[in-house]
Antibody, heavy 123, light 109 residues
């Protein structure tokens, strides 16, 4: 059974750095083709893809946010960590981690999501 | 970066009727790597369709996807009460950055 769970602070101050941890089970990030994404959603707004880390440690970032984001994985602990620097009130929203995998048939779509964690940026 | 535009913004439909949602890309989506997700209030998105037309595991066959290149469609053949929700398309072709559309809300007429 695949599960993902996000954890981190519910409240951060402007200019601070946000660190979120995704702890997952039911799959391994050392398996070829496995990837974990971070996606966020401001209240009442659309989904926004942020970053992805792959089984081979390749990393990809949103064009508009890449100077502020760092994604990393700890395969032995089944965790993926996202840091976002210089937080601003517009970064308020629910942050999701979610899995996608590439198989011999191609990409499957983002098939498993965590329940999300709400982060509020306010002084 | 590929921009996805969904239409309409809101679709008012009666239960049992058909719903057709559109997703248009600013450039061709490689290998038809286009997915559709359903999201209900307070819940994480759920994968419905991947590869433009393949249903995800456990998705009822009243949901179908079609299209290629820059024009994609999600069709719900007969709306059930549980289908009233937000729907997002997402492209995940080639290398990131990946993008989502702004969403279509399917509401009860």
């Amino acid at each position: 059974q695949v599960t993902l769970r996000e954890s981190g602070p519910a409240l951060v101050k402007p200019t601070q750095t946000l660190t979120l941890t995704c702890t997952f089970s039911g799959f391994s990030l050392s398996t070829t083709g496995m990837c974990v994404n971070w996606i966020r959603q401001p209240p009442g707004k659309a989904l926004e893809w942020l970053a992805r880390v792959d089984w081979d440690d390749d990393k990809y970032y949103s064009t508009s946010l890449k100077t502020r984001l760092t994604i990393s994985k700890d395969t032995s602990r089944n965790q993926v960590v996202l840091t976002m620097t210089n937080m601003d009130p517009v970064d308020t929203g629910t942050y999701y981690c979610a899995r996608i995998q590439a198989t011999s048939s191609g990409w499957s779509g983002i098939d498993y999501w965590g329940q999300g964690t709400l982060v509020t940026v306010s002084s | 970066e590929i921009v996805l535009t969904q239409s309409p913004g809101t679709l008012s439909v009666s239960p049992g009727e058909r719903a057709t949602l559109s997703c248009r890309a600013s450039q061709s989506v490689s290998s038809s790597y286009l997915a559709w997700y359903q999201q209900k209030p307070g819940q994480a998105p759920r994968l419905l369709i991947y590869g433009a037309s393949s249903r995800a595991t456990g998705i009822p066959d009243r949901f179908s996807g079609s299209g290629s290149g820059t024009d994609f469609t999600l069709t719900i053949s007969r709306l059930e009460p549980e289908d009233f929700a937000m729907y997002y398309c997402q492209q995940y072709g080639s290398s990131p950055p990946w993008t989502f559309g702004q969403g279509t809300k399917v509401e009860i007429k």
